[in-house]
């Protein structure tokens, strides 16, 4: 199906689709969204408006071609120990297959998340019986190294429950650090060589300014809320994520997958809607960030639409931000 694949425009239109998390398989562009569901509910600050059921994937043969939706490739009613809100998936390859990483809601209502296996990147994915072991919150990304081995990311505050795990177990009333106490960092663990569990015990990252300092949490500007990317790029590893109340995509900087990282500025400013989650990936020798926004849907928060525009790097290595409404100025 033929969509508008112009910069700054939705990549499809025929449905809602967010949280886009993009990789190169095979020499083409896969994009592994969530998929918003049209309803008129009321926005709540624990995200009960976000009701997805399923994955869809879309492709493209270079950035002007049409964008291909492959149709439905995983459905909440075939993951066995799901039971709602199938939120920001990733995608991964290793050992000949390819893994799809999604969150859902455990029988219990506590995030989880699940991993499925398939043969084409654009899916079908069979589910797991049971989600990974030791997994909680939102909002997993997977990197794979050059050294194959590879590493999930996940985290996200408030709806995404990550402010209730701080001692290591489920507390449902707990709340996050004081304003001026560290902010809680995304979690990183390694995982097995098939891919399926987590190999070393899930750590929290240490998100830090250019004096070492831990960045804290009233610092809303630059603290972690959820949405974790890393990528590579000139041998340094990029952290990016949402700030959430600011409505931001962010950065920071390492030597090493699992941190600490270095604040180092601003990707993306506000979009339109409430959420901002992202990917950035290089495709034909160009890094592309992917990003949603609820411009399609004229601001509703729960009817988002998946955009793409060109990054670029100075030559320290730093990001130049991007305005996703450059054109209004």
């Excluded at 009233?218 to 590893?237: A, I, M, S």
């Excluded at 670029?312 to 290595?317: A, L, S």
Aim: proline fraction near 8%; include cysteine.
């Amino acid at each position: 199906m033929g969509q508008n694949t112009k910069p700054n425009k939705p990549l499809v239109t025929h449905i809602y689709t967010a949280d886009p998390s993009a990789h190169v398989f095979d020499g083409k562009l896969y994009i592994y969204p969530s998929h918003d569901l049209d309803h008129d509910e009321p926005s709540n600050d624990n995200g009960d408006q976000y009701k997805m059921e399923d994955y869809h994937v879309l492709s493209m043969d270079d950035m002007n071609s049409p964008v291909v939706d492959h149709g439905e490739v995983l459905h909440l009613k075939d993951v066995p120990w799901a039971s709602r809100q199938a939120w920001a998936p990733d995608a991964a390859y290793k050992n000949d297959k390819y893994y799809l990483y999604f969150p859902a809601r455990d029988k219990d209502g506590i995030f989880r998340i699940g991993v499925a296996t398939g043969d084409n990147p654009a899916g079908p994915f069979k589910a797991e019986e049971n989600y990974i072991p030791g997994s909680f919150s939102i909002d997993p990304a997977v990197l794979v190294d050059d050294d194959e081995k590879a590493y999930i990311y996940f985290g996200g505050l408030w709806g995404g429950q990550l402010e209730k795990w701080q001692t290591g177990s489920f507390v449902d009333d707990a709340e996050g650090p004081a304003p001026d106490a560290p902010a809680l960092g995304p979690i990183v663990a390694e995982l097995t060589d098939d891919m399926l569990t987590f190999k070393s015990e899930p750590k929290e990252i240490s998100i830090v300014d250019e004096d070492g300092n831990p960045i804290v949490a009233g610092d809303e500007d630059r603290r972690f809320f959820e949405g974790p990317w890393v990528h590579k790029y000139n041998g340094l590893y990029y952290l990016s994520y949402s700030t959430g109340t600011t409505h931001k995509i962010v950065y920071a900087v390492s030597e090493n997958p699992q941190g600490p990282f270095v604040f180092k500025g601003t990707i993306l400013t506000p979009v339109i809607g409430w959420t901002t989650h992202h990917s950035i990936v290089e495709f034909q020798d160009k890094w592309y960030l992917f990003y949603h926004d609820c411009e399609f849907s004229d601001g509703v928060n729960h009817k988002r639409s998946v955009k793409f525009t060109e990054l670029t790097y100075n030559e320290d290595g730093t990001i130049q931000t991007i305005d996703p409404y450059p054109e209004e100025k």
